[in-house]
Structures are given as C-alpha cells and as structure tokens.
C-alpha cells in the first residue's frame, strides 16, 4: 500500500464562514422553519454537501482559468485547421507554433486549456457529443457543454459520447468543527472529542470520557472565571456545568485568513449536546415580500429561512489522483494534469469563495467562506513550498497517455 | 482457492444504483458482487496504475454479494454474519429487517439541482432525488448500530500474494455513485483468511453455499436452498422467487454498453433441489452463479 501514496494525495480543507450559509434542501417544511438547510441525516447537523463544493470550485477554477488565458486563446476553427490526427495532436501542433504565446509550465498552460470555455463549468450541455467535437459543438439552444480537454474537464471530470472520464479530485463533505455560540464570557466555539479526533487534531484517549458524557459536563482548556476550575457557562439558552481539562489540541493548523482559534475560545461539549446546541444557536430570519405598489409586505408572503452563521469552522478533505495512475488507462484521454497543477488551481481560485461564496442568497448577504487546504508537509497554498517535490518534470503536459 | 471474509466498516453514505422512478434514484440495500469487484478492482488499479487493466479484471472477480450487518464488535466480529437474504410472504427480508424497516432506519434521500453556471441559478430539468444508505442507524444516534458490510471473496493460488499486498486492514475503497462528493467510503475492518479443515470445504464458506472452487455446495439433506448469490435462469431448475435481468456496463462512454446481460434468479429466493449435479455445475462469479460451459 506505500505505493499508493505515490499516487494520490490527502489534503483536508478547512473554512470559515465570514456571511451565514445558506445550502437549501429544496422544499422541506420542518418545525417553524420554511426554507431549511441541508443536514446530515444521522447526527441532523447542518453541513456543506461534497457536490456543492466540487460543483462550485469547478466553476471559480474555470472563472479563474479564462480570467488568465482569455487573450491567449486561438479561435476553434484556427486549431481544427492544424495537421493532426486528432484534437490532441492539433493542439499540441498549435501550441508548438505559438510557444511565445503560451509560454510556461503553469496549470492555466495545461496544452488541453488551449480550448477551455467558461461552459465547461456547470452541467454539460452536450453530452452526447464525440470527443473531439466537443469543444464547439452546441446544443439546441446554441450553448456549448464540456470541452473535454482543459485542466477543469480533466480535474473535475466530463462525460462525452464515446468516453466518460471521472475526474481527478474526489472532494468530502465539509462537516462544522467548531461552532460559534454566544455565552456570558463572549463567543465561545464549540466542539466535540470525537469531531477532533476525526480531524485529527486531538489523538489522547481521555481518561473518563464516559463519566463526562453520562454527567454533561463541558471541558474549557482555560480559566475564564476568577481563576476558578469549574463553574457554569450558558451555551445559548442551555446552562451546563464546566470544568478545566488539560487538553491539547493541535491548533495551529487552523489558521484560516487572519483568523487564528486559541485555546481560551474552545469549550468542548458533550457529544449528545453537540447537536441540540448547533441547531438551537443557526441563524434563524423571518423575512416577507414587499408588494412594490403599496410598499408595505404582501399578505401571505411571511417565510423564515435558517443558516449556518458567520464564524463557523468547517472542515473536510480532498483526495487529488496524480496522472501517472492513469497510464495505459485509454488513450483517449489525453494528457492529463498532475496533482501539484491540480492542487494550483485550485488554489488559485478558492478566493472566489470569500467574494462570490457558495450556496443559496449569495446576492443577500449569505455564502462567503475563506477556505484553506492543508497537506502534511507544506501548510495552505504556499507555492514556494509546492511543486518542487512533486514535479519532477517541467513540461506540465509531459505524463499523460501514451 | 483460497477464501477469505472481508468485513468492511462503512465510513460514508453509499448509494447503489437500482431504479430510477422520474427523477428518484432508489438504492440497493446490499452491495451486488460485481459492485464489489469493480470497487476493489478500481482501488486496486490505483495503488499500481492502470497498466495492468486486463490482468487485474480477473483477481477479484470470485467474490460474493456484501450483505449488511448491524452489530460487529472488534473481539468477535470475525463470527458475525450478516442479514442474509429472504423472501417471507411476498415481502424482501435482510435478516429480520423487512425492506422497509431496513430503508425506514437506514437510508436517507437528499434532494439536489445542477446549477447553470452562468446565471447562477438552477437549471431547467436538472432536479433529482437519490436515496443512500446511511453508516449508522438515524433513528437513534445514542446506539451504536454501525453498518459493517461482510462478503467472501476466493483467489486463485498464483494470485493470493498480490492479492495479500492489497487487501490490508485499514484499506480504503470507494464504493457505488457519488463517490466524488462525499459517498461511497468502506474501510477494511476485518480480514480473515478461511481454512479448510483436513482438506474439507472451511465451515464458514459452506454457510454461504460455497465449495472450495466456488461451486454452488449442497448439503445431502437439503431439499430446497435460500440463495445469498444471484442465480443464473434456466428452465432446468424450479424457484419460488424473482427473476432479474442482470446487465454488467462498460461504464467508460456515456452510453454504458452491456457488455453481458442475462435473467437470474433473485438472492433471497428459493431454490427446489431436484438435481442436485445441475445445481452443483455453478460457480461463482461476482455475486453470480453461472452455469459452467
């Protein structure tokens, strides 16, 4: 199995929430609450399902792309024009004749990004398309689908009439890590044993887990009330008893943006509380349409949305396969990126999350997150650190299928 | 050949294509043996690049269906069985579940749209609804009722020391659709290596109808069999029961092509044995078994 670590990459993704975030369930009524958020159906604690993350950071990473190639792209028929047996071989041709204008080794200069189209984020809208016709090729309402060559379509997969091609980067639910409540001493994060265990960042069995749980009693890793060891804290409306417990906790990987988390903001609570408290402490707002003739609300139109509040800390994790798995896959395919221009892009482009955001009312003040992905050896997206392991080989397109 | 139990802790939901009504996507609440393989065969493919694709086709493929089980502690989970298949008065039965009581404590739907990237909104026609099944009971999170998925799965003795390279507790496989987005996630828990006793059929690969070559094992006293593998039709052998058409894709274009496809028939149903050396003539291929030609 060491292999295998040749082969794909772990990093986990952490994220904070700087608006309230809105995931819609599309149509469920529960309790009070009109338009509810998507919750994981064991624990009903509200998350970021995988497909919403992956399906807009394919997005921002195609935004991302043609904001830096849009110059430098030929026109279709330019390439289609090229000798060559297939689109690949075009590409590669045109790309030889025009080495000035596409210049280096960078994941935005992957060859197949010579055809990218900001329709390659989103659904496919041709999919019954061949491969090689993919790139122009419209649907009835003159819209083009996935291109089928570019680092995006390579990345996050595509699916074509004679290949369906399953991606690169398998992306995991983002699960809330710590969670935001308001106390008597300020605002307090909230968490569980067993969410930092799963994270990681806590590996010491405690001594008396079942006790604590039997008894809820919430830990504090320091004083917070005149030097006292124990004492109460209300964690919203619920009121529980607190004691000081010496606990490390590997903090200092959650560095996200400016913000970092210390020690005196955490209160680890008891795992069958977890829950009541996140869902009692959502954001909760009753809103109501106005009618633009009278400008007062419309009869019938009150609504009540619930969201993940602002300062929530998620975390999740990211799998990138390198392409040298691939090899003797199909020839189809094509080139294929790396992980280090994988991981780039999408580097890259998560800072379209802290402005553009994710999830629903995204034009109402909700969605934006900043989001940071860590590896074992080189912390967050810094690319002075990156790459010089993992690319051995300067020409970005030189793996692939051959 | 040589088999081993593999008991798998489930990590993630996981849905298993069954059928589509409009745009709900049901689950299978088992894992189907040629599921299995492909999972394992993907994974495997993984940890040594896809060079081997034709070679590697064939390491897998004498495994069984997984069926759930509920309760699986680490000291003796290796004498666990799993929910067994059954039919009882029409209904689908795993173990004592009925179907729906399965489903009703174990499988969850989400409702999801794709959105048009440019406007940002959601796209026309793209609404649809799958089920999952979840790794733990959500009736009552306070027990601890974990899904653990066990199967056989039987290697050819030129192909056991591969095999044993991979198959390593703790080893990861991404099972079923959404595997992308957060589903699929099964974790080796257990893997127990099943020995023959005096050079007789292990016990424990009997219980799950199987000779030491896979073929289907009768006892002499039997005179009808519950089956745990899909069983291939044929106007030669009696049933109580359901027929499938069962189709194995080519998943690599977008219009999978059926590369076999063929009426089993159902785990769970009931097999009248009237010959036995009919019903002794198949062996088992991915959750199958077919009749030898």
């Known amino acids: ?3 295998s670590n040749d082969f794909v990459k772990e990093f986990k993704i952490y994220g904070m929430a700087t608006d309230p975030i809105y995931i819609g369930t599309g149509g469920y009524t529960t309790g009070r609450v009109d338009n509810t958020i998507v919750r994981d159906p064991i624990t009903k604690l509200p998350k970021i399902p995988g497909s919403s993350l992956a399906g807009t950071w394919r997005y921002y990473a195609t935004l991302e792309l043609l904001s830096k190639i849009k110059d430098k792209q030929p026109k279709f028929s330019d390439i289609k024009n090229l000798n060559g047996n297939t ?70 997969g595509f699916s074509k009439k004679d290949l369906s091609w399953q991606g690169m980067i ?134 009540t949305s619930e969201a993940i509040p602002r300062g929530t800390i998620f975390y999740g994790d990211l799998r990138i396969f390198d392409r040298s798995v691939f090899d003797g896959l199909s020839d189809k395919v094509g080139d294929l990126p790396n992980y280090s221009m994988l991981k780039n892009a999408l580097c890259d482009s998560k800072h379209f999350f802290e402005t553009l955001g994710i999830g629903g009312m995204t034009t109402r003040g909700f969605g934006r997150i900043v989001l940071e992905i860590n590896d074992k050896n080189t912390n967050n997206c810094d690319k002075d650190t990156q790459g010089k392991s993992e690319e051995s080989n300067n020409n970005p397109n030189g793996g692939g299928q051959k | 050949m040589k088999w081993y139990k593999l008991i798998f802790k489930q990590n993630q939901p996981i849905h298993i294509g069954s059928v589509k009504w409009g745009v709900i996507n049901e689950t299978e609440i088992f894992i189907p043996g040629w599921t299995m393989w492909g999972a394992l065969t993907n994974q495997f493919l993984r940890t040594i690049g896809f060079s081997e694709i034709e070679r590697a086709k064939k390491l897998f493929e004498h495994i069984t269906n997984f069926y759930p089980a509920v309760e699986c502690e680490k000291v003796r989970c290796s004498n666990t069985d799993p929910l067994f298949p059954k039919y009882e ?12 009581k399965f489903k009703f404590e174990f499988v969850d739907t989400i409702v999801s749209t794709a959105i048009e990237p440019l406007l940002r909104s959601t796209k026309d026609e793209s609404l649809h609804e799958f089920e999952f099944i979840l790794p733990k009971s959500k009736q009552d999170i306070s027990s601890s009722k974990q899904l653990y998925w066990i199967g056989l799965i039987g290697f050819e003795d030129d192909v056991i020391e591969k095999a044993k390279d991979f198959l390593k507790i703790s080893l990861k496989i991404y099972i079923g659709g959404d595997s992308k987005y957060g589903f ?44 745990k593998h899909f069983f291939e039709f044929s106007h030669e052998v009696r049933f109580e029961g359901e027929v499938k058409l069962l189709a194995e894709f080519d998943f690599t274009q977008n219009n999978p092509k059926v590369e076999n496809a063929g009426y089993f028939v159902n785990i769970g149903s009931q097999i009248i044995i009237d010959d036995k050396n009919i019903l002794k003539n198949h062996q088992l291929f991915k959750g199958k078994l077919i009749k030898n030609r």
């Open chain 1, 87 to 156: 689109l690949n071989d075009k590409i590669k041709e045109w790309i030889k004749q025009n080495s000035s204008n596409w210049p280096n080794n960078r994941w935005e200069y992957f060859n197949g990004n010579v055809v990218a189209k900001i329709t390659c984020a989103g659904q496919d809208n041709t999919p019954q398309e061949e491969l090689s016709n993919s790139p122009d090729a419209t649907n009835k309402e003159g819209k083009t689908g996935h291109c089928g060559h570019c680092i995006v379509c390579k990345g996050f």
């Open chain 2, 184 to 227: 699929g996630e099964l974790e080796l828990f257990s893997l127990d290596e099943l020995k023959s006793e005096g050079g007789n059929t292990p016990e424990e690969v009997k219980k799950w109808d199987l000779d030491e070559d896979g073929h289907l094992f009768l006892d002499d006293n039997d005179n009808s069999l519950i089956l």
């Open chain 1, 170 to 303: 398998f992306f995991s639910d983002l699960n809330i890590l710590f969670f935001p409540v308001f106390t008597r001493f300020g605002t307090k994060w909230i968490t569980t044993k067993e969410m930092l265990k799963n994270a990681n960042l806590y590996g010491e069995e405690p001594e008396n887990e079942q006790d604590e749980n039997k008894d809820l009693v919430c830990i504090i890793l320091e004083k917070i009330e005149d030097g006292k060891v124990d004492g109460h804290i209300n964690l919203g409306w619920i009121y529980l008893p607190y004691k000081v417990g010496n606990l490390s906790i590997n903090l200092k990987e959650i560095k996200i943006g400016n913000f970092e988390l210390t020690e005196d903001k955490i209160v680890i609570v008891p795992e069958s509380l977890f829950s009541q408290i996140v869902n009692s402490n959502l954001e909760v707002r009753t809103s109501v349409s106005i009618d633009p003739i009278t400008g007062a609300a419309k009869e019938g139109a009150l609504f």
């Open chain 2, 89 to 100: 008065k029409g209904d689908f039965y795993l173990g004592d579940y009925p179907e729906e």
């Open chain 1, 1 to 3: 199995m060491d292999k």
